[in-house]
């Protein structure tokens, strides 16, 4: 959204976990990420920073100006944030949580302040940590695998409607990519999704995303995803 204002930034990675506590060092109100300092002001929360955003820099707006389009837009990124959002990141750490070596792939270009590989080799508890703070559970993870079809389904009809992937993205755009490439940077579930109007809505709104797991969920629960 940055980039699209044309808004020069300088970018600061936290460690998972740690960053709650730098946080509420740096004088932020709540403990989650993106945290953004603009014009002396501290704004929290990707749909917070595209309404500032669209305060102080209108040009190349993020949501419409048609009050029924604005309503569909509004309903696809409140639905990205709450309901989406939180399943990539249970299945990401339910599979970090199997199997660690990922994690480089994921850090590839992080800002940390620590080398990427010491991160990695001292990074099991804020795996473990981050999996229980997201409720990276068998039980949770194997309903997102089976209801993420269904999720797919509908961002494919927004963007057939134009709610989504029209010629200028707009904040639902730019809200939904990231869990998308998220989940694509899994080899268990990038093939059902890449081909699709949002695996194709994905990478163009994130060409670049880091992160590569390798097959890690049970067979079994991905018959519904592959079909």
Do not use: C, H
């Amino acid at each position: 959204m940055l980039e699209r204002k044309g808004v020069p930034y300088k970018r600061v990675d936290l460690m998972p976990v740690i960053s709650k506590g730098v946080l509420r060092l740096q004088g932020f109100p709540g403990i989650t990420v993106p945290a953004l300092k603009i014009d002396g002001r501290k704004v929290q929360g990707s749909r917070e920073i595209a309404r500032e955003l669209d305060r102080i820099r209108p040009e190349e707006p993020l949501f419409p100006s048609d009050p029924g389009q604005l309503a569909k837009v509004e309903e696809a990124e409140r639905w990205g944030d709450e309901v989406l959002q939180p399943k990539p990141r249970r299945l990401s750490w339910w599979g970090l949580k199997r199997n660690r070596a990922p994690m480089a792939t994921y850090a590839e270009g992080a800002r940390l302040g620590v080398p990427v590989g010491l991160a990695v080799k001292t990074g099991g508890p804020i795996v473990s940590l981050s999996a229980r703070f997201n409720g990276a559970t068998d039980e949770a993870v194997r309903e997102d695998l089976a209801t993420l079809p269904g999720d797919l389904d509908r961002i494919d009809a927004w963007i057939a409607e134009g709610v989504l992937g029209g010629e200028q993205l707009n904040a639902a755009d730019l809200q939904l990519a990231p869990s998308l490439r998220l989940l694509m940077s899994m080899e268990d579930l990038r093939p059902a999704i890449e081909k699709r109007p949002a695996g194709e809505l994905a990478l163009r709104a994130a060409p670049d995303f880091p992160g590569r797991m390798p097959p890690v969920f049970p067979a079994d629960w991905l018959g519904g995803f592959r079909t």
